[in-house]
């Protein structure tokens, strides 16, 4: 099979395609054929050497996220969850970068009819992060207030849409006064754009909630972030952080977070055991993927690439300019 290799730790570059062996499922998986995949931040670093595959994926094929059909299924399984064809995406340990991925046939979940394969690609990671952290874990409520850093993400347009669904107000901050007018497409009240003074969102937060604070934040890029989002929250309120692109360090006013008993919590996906793997696709598959076929939610792509141009897609990623997720057409 074609797959997307790291050759050395390096910029872009160094992604080559190469052929390598197509994967073997094992008892309990499947062989999924890519037609899609996306890229992701973890691809960046796995590419740079400062974030190593997971036990059990390939060391040097990133992919993190595929939308294809299912190929053949492992051995041992007289009820199979999946039959040959089968369109199914979900998020992987790694080696999605590729014309085939075996994954467990229980993180797979069923692609909506009316989702091409570039628009599922563009789902998974970014809708199972934005509900398991929005609503299983922080368990949002209907006329909560929720502020989204990065809103322009993919995982930003996710949890701005998944938020609304659930009859909360998404808020959000941006680089750009573009991304905040385009975002307000996909269900954002409203934003602010953020320039030198991290801390500008915190009376806007003040003013969009009447005095009273954010009730659940989604932190996707941490730093001074956090400690501005500590000032904006509401009494009682949840602070997701999920990721650390504006800084791994942060200080924090650690009297409010006692003052307004506030609940800071870290999220990542890709550390979890299968068991839990699989309980957020069936949380996914329940809840989101319903909406998907709606059109109730929809997946925000803001390119897409050959697989032979995964370098300049991860270059584009690393320019901050995106809108919603960079997808690779794999076949």
């Known amino acids: 099979m074609r797959a997307v290799v790291i050759a050395r730790p390096g910029g872009p570059e160094v992604l080559e395609v190469q052929e390598r062996p197509t994967p073997m499922p094992r008892a309990g998986e499947i062989l999924v054929r890519v037609h899609a995949t996306a890229i992701n ?10 974030y ?11 992919g993190l996220e595929y939308a294809g059909e ?3 299924a492992g051995p041992g399984s007289s009820t199979p969850l999946w039959k040959e064809g089968d369109r199914v995406f979900g998020i992987t340990g790694g080696g999605a970068y590729a014309e085939f991925v075996a994954v467990d046939s229980a993180t797979a979940a069923r692609i909506p009819d009316r989702l091409d394969w570039k628009e599922a690609a563009a789902a998974p990671e970014a809708f199972i992060t934005a509900h398991d952290a929005l609503v299983v874990q922080a368990r949002v409520q209907r006329g909560e207030s929720v502020l989204i850093h990065a809103v322009g993400s993919g995982v930003g347009l ?10 909360a107000r ?19 009240a409203d934003g602010i754009v953020i320039e030198n003074d991290v801390e500008a969102f915190v009376p806007a937060c003040e003013r969009w909630t009447s005095g009273k604070g954010i009730d659940v934040t989604l932190d996707l890029v941490g730093g001074d972030y956090l400690g501005a989002s500590i000032r904006a929250s509401a009494p009682r309120g949840r602070i997701m952080l999920i990721g650390t692109v504006a800084g791994r ?3 924090i006013p650690t009297g409010m977070v006692l003052g307004k008993r506030l609940t800071l919590r870290g999220t990542v996906l890709r550390s979890r055991s299968i068991e839990e793997k699989r309980a957020v696709t069936a949380a996914f598959a329940a809840e989101i993927v319903p909406l998907l076929e709606s059109g109730a939610l929809t997946p925000t792509i803001d390119s897409v690439f050959d697989l032979e141009q995964a370098g300049a897609g991860h270059e584009r990623v690393a320019g901050n300019a995106t ?6 057409r794999v076949n």
Do not use: N
């Not at 931040?41 to 400062?50: C, H, T």
């Not at 996710?158 to 659930?166: D, I, L, S, T, Y």
């Open 41 to 50: 931040r973890a691809d960046l670093l796995q590419r740079q050497g400062l």
């Open 52 to 62: 190593p595959a997971p036990p059990g994926a390939p060391a040097d094929i990133p």
């Open 70 to 72: 299912v190929a053949a």
């Open 158 to 167: 996710a949890g701005a849409q998944v938020a609304a669904a659930w009859g």
């Open 170 to 188: 998404p808020f959000g901050t941006a680089r750009t006064a573009e991304k905040v007018e385009k975002a307000k497409r996909y269900g954002l």
């Open 249 to 251: 360090a942060s200080t």
């Open 323 to 328: 809108f919603g997720k960079v997808v690779l």
